[in-house]
């Protein structure tokens, strides 16, 4: 995970199904379906480790309950300029 990122997607590949709408619906395009099969027989999506923003698209998208979960990045706190 770079330090620009804001978010993080975990994805779980046995309950992925494989069709594919959060990789379309993603905005930052760092979703993609793997190239292995899960236990079903699917194509999993998996996220390329860095680029998330955090937005949940994807999970609102995907149909499979419990298939994404999209972590927010707490911004890290800034010094407040200070007047001299």
Same mark, same amino acid.
């Given at each position: 995970?770079?330090?620009?990122?804001?978010?993080?997607?975990?994805?779980?590949?046995? +309950?992925?199904?494989?069709?594919?709408?959060?990789? +379309? #619906? /993603?905005?930052?395009?760092?979703?993609?379906?793997?190239?292995?099969?899960?236990? %079903?027989? %699917?194509?999993?999506?998996? %996220?390329?480790?860095?680029?998330?923003?955090?937005?949940? @698209? /994807?999970?609102?998208? /995907? $149909?499979? $309950?419990?298939? @994404?979960?999209?972590?927010?990045?707490?911004?890290?706190?800034? $010094?407040? #300029?200070?007047?001299?």
């Amino acid at each position: 995970m770079k330090t620009g990122d804001r978010g993080r997607v975990d994805l779980d590949s046995e +309950e992925c199904k494989g069709c594919g709408l959060c990789v +379309e #619906a /993603c905005p930052p395009k760092v979703l993609a379906l793997a190239s292995h099969l899960n236990r %079903y027989g %699917y194509h999993p999506a998996t %996220y390329s480790g860095e680029g998330c923003t955090g937005c949940g @698209i /994807c999970y609102f998208a /995907c $149909p499979e $309950p419990g298939a @994404i979960v999209v972590w927010r990045l707490k911004a890290e706190a800034r $010094p407040v #300029a200070q007047a001299a």
